[in-house]
């Protein structure tokens, strides 16, 4: 999303027309879900996606469409059995996208976008609220409300803000969820860690590294990590603040490193805390969380061994089978 709207503000400020596209209604089996965005440029090129495939390239067309007569609105591309050779898809089901035309001399909107890109560098909960009305955009926060001139007013957007993009035909209204506060502490620079920090970057999660090795610190080993926090592990309540919306990936050098991060994690309100490691390690440990005052309510927190069962041996495989695992508990708890 943060190149998306990059890309807008870029093409709006070098002179080109753009057309944001996002689907606002999905049903059935469809390539992607409500939320999906991607933007249109003169020249039909693309940024982002709608899902690929038919459904795209009919996106694309009906964007261009859009450009030459400057009419925003939306339009359903049905998928179901009965109608399918509209767009030549063998999946049932149907999406509805809204195409929102913005001019060269928007400055507003593009300073928006501008917005919404710098936002994925902090940690903060945002969204885009979009009147199906007449187009208008507007950035919310819970701590600033509305950014600009908006149709609805900001109770009723704030109702919309959740962790799932929302329609609303009442408010004829369309609410997406931009970025999160959430943040992933992944513990341990090593030979896992540098597969799976770049995999969980690319799939939006907000990492911050936490090492007590300099050479396993180096930047150049986790590129677009948020953070990185070199400092004993003994000191890790000292040097982050932990919420109920974050991540604790737990994969130190050894045994030590592990109990003492679990051992302070447990105290924490974390929404997940993983770990890697044997079995036969999960019960030593377990035993020295219990001696350390750790309830067995807390210690039923830890997932372990971390990542799905998929047949992982080597670090890039194991680093798929965790990313894999937390796509899974950020699905479920959104």
Same mark, same amino acid.
């Given at each position: 999303?943060?190149?998306?709207?990059?890309?807008?503000?870029? %093409? #709006?400020?070098?002179?080109?027309?753009?057309?944001?596209?996002?689907?606002?209604?999905?049903?059935?089996?469809?390539?992607?879900?409500?939320? %999906? %965005?991607?933007?249109?440029?003169?020249?039909?090129?693309?940024?982002? /996606?709608?899902?690929?495939?038919?459904?795209?390239?009919?996106?694309? #067309?009906?964007? #261009?469409?859009? #450009?030459?007569?400057?009419?925003?609105? %939306?339009?359903?591309?049905?998928? /179901?059995?009965?109608?399918?050779?509209?767009?030549?898809?063998?999946?049932?089901?149907?999406?509805?996208?809204?195409?929102?035309?913005?001019?060269?001399?928007?400055?507003?909107?593009?300073?928006?976008?501008?917005?919404?890109?710098e936002l994925y560098d902090t940690r903060s909960n945002a969204w885009l609220a979009i009147s199906l009305s007449d187009g208008a955009m507007s950035l919310y926060t819970h701590e600033y409300g509305l950014s600009s001139a908006f149709p609805l007013p900001v109770d009723t957007v704030a109702a919309l803000a959740g962790t799932r993009p929302v329609m609303s035909n009442e408010a004829a209204c369309y609410v997406l969820p931009l970025t999160r506060s959430d943040t992933l502490y992944l513990f341990g620079g090593g030979h896992v860690s540098q597969e799976l920090a770049p995999v969980l970057v690319h799939l939006g999660f907000s990492v911050v590294l936490y090492e007590d090795r300099v050479q396993f610190s180096d930047p150049a080993l986790f590129p677009g990590v948020k953070d990185i926090i070199t400092a004993p592990y003994t000191e890790m309540l000292s040097r982050i603040k932990v919420t109920p919306e974050d991540y604790i990936v737990i994969m130190t050098r050894g045994h030590q490193g592990d109990y003492e991060l679990l051992e302070q994690a447990l105290r924490t309100p974390a929404g997940y805390v993983g770990v890697i490691g044997s079995r036969s390690k999960i019960v030593a440990t377990n035993k020295r969380l219990r001696e350390a005052g750790i309830s067995d309510e807390d210690i039923a927190r830890i997932h372990t061994p971390i990542g799905l069962p998929i047949g992982a041996e080597t670090p890039a495989e194991i680093a798929i089978s965790i990313a894999a695992e937390l796509i899974a508990h950020r699905a479920k708890h959104k």
């Open positions: 999303m943060k190149q998306l709207f990059l890309s807008m503000y870029n %093409a #709006l400020m070098s002179g080109q027309d753009t057309v944001f596209c996002s689907i606002i209604k999905s049903y059935g089996s469809t390539p992607r879900g409500i939320g %999906a %965005a991607m933007a249109v440029f003169p020249d039909g090129s693309i940024s982002g /996606t709608v899902g690929g495939g038919p459904i795209e390239y009919q996106s694309i #067309l009906h964007a #261009l469409d859009v #450009l030459k007569t400057h009419q925003s609105g %939306a339009k359903d591309f049905i998928l /179901t059995p009965n109608q399918i050779a509209d767009i030549g898809m063998i999946c049932g089901g149907n999406s509805t996208v809204y195409f929102r035309y913005v001019p060269t001399g928007d400055t507003t909107t593009a300073e928006l976008f501008k917005k919404n890109a």
